[in-house]
């Protein structure tokens, strides 16, 4: 889902692409408004960077 950010719980990591390969299916914390707090996924960026992210 478009801008949605989700962190599997115990982690700092944020994922904001669904087609991520570590994107969280369970266990996790779901935002709409990053709000700069922890990380973002490298591979989401990276997905992101290439006009990739789902
Ligand atoms: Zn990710």
Same mark, same amino acid.
């Given at each position: 889902? %478009?801008?949605?950010? =989700? &962190? !599997?719980? #115990?982690?700092? /990591?944020?994922?904001? $692409?669904?087609? $991520?390969? =570590?994107?969280?299916?369970?266990?996790?914390?779901?935002?709409?408004?990053?709000? #700069? /707090?922890?990380?973002l996924?490298?591979e989401c960026? %990276? !997905? =992101?960077d %290439? #006009?990739? $992210? &789902?």
């Amino acid at each position: 889902m %478009a801008g949605s950010y =989700r &962190k !599997k719980k #115990g982690s700092d /990591t944020w994922h904001f $692409c669904s087609n $991520c390969s =570590r994107w969280p299916t369970s266990d996790y914390d779901e935002t709409t408004s990053y709000n #700069g /707090t922890g990380e973002l996924c490298n591979e989401c960026k %990276a !997905k =992101r960077d %290439a #006009g990739d $992210c &789902k």
